[in-house]
């Protein structure tokens, strides 16, 4: 049973930044895939980045569409760790960002493939 427990949020101004936290626990594969989510009031859930860990240590980043270009996905292996660093923060950011763990497709960041979610945590940016 994976768990789950993001933090970082908050509140920001617009062209502000955050670095959100998703710590996990029990994640008993050697292989390893975490994504960040966020789901705005009334949206559907959104797909902004996933990070696979192969068993071997090998690590890839996958981005949907324009996310790349302001947000980082990262981990610290060691303190079973994911970070997503949010920069340029505009109102539209505005949501609950979540982990999730665990998908047979990383990089399709397809939030029903995945299997344990976190709580959550929220992101507001104002003007």
């Known amino acids: 049973q994976v768990q789950l427990e993001e933090s970082g949020g908050g509140s920001v101004q617009v062209g502000g930044s955050l670095r959100l936290s998703c710590a996990s626990s029990?994640?008993?594969?050697?292989?390893?895939?975490f994504g960040w989510f966020r789901q705005a009031p009334g949206k559907e859930r959104e797909g902004i980045a996933a990070?696979?860990?192969?068993?071997?240590?090998?690590?890839?980043?996958y981005y949907a569409g324009s996310m790349k270009a302001r947000f980082t996905i990262s981990q610290d292996y060691a303190k079973n760790t994911v970070y997503l660093q949010m920069n340029s923060l505009e109102p539209e950011d505005t949501a609950m960002y979540y982990c999730?763990?665990?998908?047979?497709?990383?990089?399709?960041?397809?939030?029903?493939?995945?299997?344990?979610w976190g709580q959550g945590t929220q992101v507001t940016v104002s003007s």
């Open positions: 990070i696979y860990t192969g068993q071997f240590g090998n690590t890839h980043a």
């Open positions: 999730a763990a665990e998908s047979p497709r990383c990089a399709g960041l397809v939030a029903h493939e995945y299997n344990y």
């Open positions: 029990g994640y008993s594969s050697s292989a390893k895939c």
